[in-house]
């Protein structure tokens, strides 16, 4: 069954939000884990940017999901579902239907997103998914 672990960071910065999605991927592939990080379309094209420069001695091998290119990383906009990937991060406010197919979703949530956030919450809870929650104020 799909893993579900919300995120709450204490930043209210749409940046840190996309960083910390770095941070998220950085790690699930140094466990040998393909990810597949899920955003409306400008947070696609500024994460691909961001990918570039994270961590600040090295980046992210990573590709757009449109390209097709066979990378660790792929970045997709909400609408569209990657082939193979063990990791979710979604970025936006919904809950994609083909989040079943990961073995971890992984919710990052601003301290002013709670609201929605919660809603997500009780949505997962509801269907049964075993949720974790992380609150972090000072992860950078």
Excluded at 19 to 26: E, G, I, N, S, V
Excluded at 53 to 82: N, S, V
Excluded at 107 to 129: F, I, Q, S, T
């Amino acid at each position: 069954m799909t893993r579900i672990d919300f995120y709450i960071l204490g930043d209210v910065d749409h940046l840190a939000k996309q960083r910390f999605a770095c941070r998220l991927a950085q790690r699930a592939l140094q466990a040998g884990q393909r990810v597949y990080v899920r955003a409306a379309t400008q947070d696609a094209a500024d994460l691909d940017e961001l990918m570039w420069e994270y961590p600040p001695d090295g980046f992210l091998p990573h590709a757009r999901l449109a390209d097709a290119k066979a990378e660790p990383i792929t970045i997709g906009a909400a609408d569209q579902q990657p082939e193979q990937a063990q990791v979710l991060i979604n970025l936006e406010g919904d809950i994609p239907d083909f989040f079943t197919s990961f073995e971890r979703v992984s919710e990052v949530v601003l301290a002013n997103e709670r609201g929605a956030g919660r809603d997500k919450y009780r949505r997962y809870r509801e269907r049964g998914y075993p949720l974790f929650h992380h609150e972090l104020d000072n992860w950078e």
